[in-house]
């Protein structure tokens, strides 16, 4: 391990790695390889015995995968960390680690669509059930907690809503009972929030997303405390198979060393485009934790370092206003994901929640009118002055 660095903007770049170790090399190399040799018989009974560090097989291992997992402990300040094939490969390996057949899960309103479908495949397959909850009060929490529930899963801010949940408050709730906490780090990015420092355990992230940050891997990443990871990694990532190719580790710890400077152009952007978006007269509410108008203000200010690059909206219209409003943008891209480097616009209803019944939809806010905004790099007038034409000609 080399030295840590007190400040994220040295340690994205400079934890985790240090080129003495590789010929000198600056950047770390990729390590494309699918086996490693040993020098003699013994040497490789040693190393599958675990009484020799070393490397056997990289789905149990990759120099290129670990110094990747040791800047994400660094950046989370957690004891370990492990990558995945993808976001999902993490969140079910460890949702799969942590239950077992007849468990029970206590998870936040509002789940990413595959989660969801992963929680209700759990439920169908090894009956482990689940209840949803705002988590806004302690007690509403302790209602929910049963001899078998097995974690607490959140996700904050809420995906397209942009709620958000406090989880100081979760995590101290949680410990009197004596069950992790789980947080999906992803929309936050650990630049804008860090969970295992409000006393949360495990944190995960989709890192296709901010951490990444050019939309060219799906990848994820989990943090949190060794023995816990250790054993994710010798189960159900071993034996599930979901890790990380050597070269998406590469792409990420590349994209890593941007992460503070592209997350601070990406609020600073947001914040701007949130203004604008109010004083439209087309636009009839604006979703951005990041305003004293927004119920959950208080809470971004406790535990997130500032509002982050996504705006909800809505429109005033029908859904095929909305639609056109996609439509009639000349340079803002239509796609789901979020995170990347180019603006990106997505109707939740007919696409990243549209597998959600409808009324359970409306229940949690998402009308044919709400559009989600994940707001990029670019000069942030002229990403206005697109929606802003858009929005004209509805
Ligand atoms: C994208 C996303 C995921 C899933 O990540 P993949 O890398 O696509 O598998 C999970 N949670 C959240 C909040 C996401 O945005």
């Known amino acids: 391990m080399t030295e840590k660095h ?51 097989y990289s789905r149990l291992g990759n120099p290129t995968v670990r110094v990747l997992e040791e800047k994400m402990a660094a950046l989370e300040n957690a004891e370990r960390g492990l990558a995945f094939a993808s976001g999902m490969a993490a969140v079910s390996a460890i949702l799969v680690a942590l239950t077992k057949a007849n468990d029970h899960i206590v998870c936040s309103t509002g789940l990413y669509g595959c989660t969801f479908g992963l929680l209700s495949m759990m439920q169908d397959k090894y009956q482990i059930t689940h209840d949803f909850s705002m988590m806004a009060t302690k007690e509403e929490l302790r209602t929910l907690i049963r001899p078998e529930t097995a974690c607490i899963y959140v996700e904050t801010p809420i995906n397209p809503t942009m709620k958000l949940i406090d989880l100081e408050m979760v995590a101290e709730v949680a410990h009197e009972h004596d069950i992790p906490v789980v947080v999906d780090n992803t929309f936050a990015s650990p630049y804008l ?3 295992l420092e409000l006393g949360c355990d495990v ?3 989709s890192a296709t997303k901010y951490i990444g940050g050019h939309g060219d891997v799906i990848a994820g990443l989990a943090a949190g405390k060794k023995d816990f990871l250790d054993e994710v990694q010798m189960t159900t990532q071993k034996d599930m198979g979901g890790i990380m190719s050597p070269f998406d580790a590469w792409l990420l710890i590349r994209g890593l060393k941007t992460l503070p400077i592209r997350l601070d152009r990406h609020c600073d952007n947001a914040e701007k485009v949130y203004e604008k978006l109010r004083q439209h007269p087309n636009v009839s509410r604006v979703l951005y934790p990041n305003d004293a108008s927004h119920p959950d203000y208080h809470i971004r200010q406790k535990q997130m370092k500032r509002g982050g690059g996504l705006i909800s909206f809505e429109i005033k219209g029908t859904k095929q206003d909305a639609q056109q409003l996609l439509n009639n943008l000349n340079f803002i891209k239509i796609a ?40 990029g790099l670019e000069a942030w007038d002229e990403i206005w002055a697109d929606i802003e034409q858009a929005l004209n000609r509805l």
């Open 6 to 56: 007190k400040q994220v903007d040295t340690s994205v770049i400079h934890d985790g790695y240090n080129p003495d170790d590789m010929l000198g090399s600056l950047t770390t190399p990729l390590f494309q390889t699918s086996t490693f040799t040993f020098e003699t018989a013994e040497q490789g009974e040693r190393r599958f015995a675990g009484e020799e560090d070393g490397y056997m």
């Open 193 to 195: 929030q860090r969970p």
């Open 203 to 205: 944190v995960i992230h």
């Open 336 to 375: 789901v994901s979020l995170g990347d480097a180019e603006t990106l616009i997505q109707h939740p209803a007919t696409m990243t929640h549209s597998v959600v019944p409808e009324a359970s939809r409306l229940n949690m806010g998402i009308t044919d009118q709400l559009i989600r905004l994940s707001v």
